[in-house]
C-alpha cells in the first residue's frame, strides 16, 4: 500500500509561485510513476505532470508546460511541483498520484492506483 501526502497548496495573486510537495510512503519512487492532477470546482480531474519511476523523463499538460516543473528527491522520497507564473486559471483541488503498474507515464487518472488527499492552491487576478 502506497500513502501519498501533499503539503504546500495556498492562495497567491497572478504571478506568483508555489511549490508543492508530496511525500510518499509505503513504495519507493523508483518503483512508481508519480503524477500531479487538479481539480476545479464543477470540472473533471485533468492531468497536469508526471515523472517517470527512473526520473528521467517527465510530461506535462498543455497548459502548464513552461510554467510548471515536477521533480523529486528520491532521498526523502517526496515528488515536487513547482508552479510559476500562476493565474486564477490555475485555481483547483491539486492532487498527487501514483502509479505502480505501468513503467511508461500515462495520463487518465483512472490509471492511477493510489491518491493523496489534495490541497488547494487559489490564484486571485
Known amino acids: 500500500q502506497v500513502q501519498l501526502v501533499e503539503s504546500g497548496g495556498g492562495s497567491v495573486q497572478a504571478g506568483g509561485s508555489l511549490r508543492l510537495s508530496c511525500a510518499a510512503s509505503?513504495?519507493?519512487?523508483?518503483?512508481?510513476?508519480m503524477g500531479w492532477f487538479r481539480q476545479a470546482p464543477g470540472k473533471e480531474r485533468e492531468f497536469v505532470a508526471a515523472?517517470?519511476?527512473?526520473?528521467?523523463?517527465?510530461y506535462y499538460a498543455d497548459s502548464v508546460k513552461v510554467r510548471f516543473a515536477i521533480s523529486r528527491d528520491t532521498a526523502k522520497n517526496t515528488v515536487y511541483l513547482q508552479m510559476n507564473s500562476l493565474s486564477p486559471e490555475d485555481t483547483a483541488v491539486y492532487y498527487c498520484?501514483?502509479?505502480?503498474?505501468?513503467?511508461?507515464?500515462?495520463?487518465?487518472?483512472?490509471?492511477?492506483?493510489?491518491w493523496g488527499q489534495g490541497t488547494q492552491v487559489t490564484v486571485s487576478s
Open positions: 515523472i517517470s519511476r527512473t526520473g528521467g523523463r517527465t
Open positions: 509505503g513504495r519507493i519512487l523508483s518503483l512508481l510513476t
Open positions: 498520484a501514483a502509479d505502480g503498474v505501468r513503467t511508461v507515464i500515462t495520463t487518465p487518472p483512472r490509471n492511477y492506483d493510489y
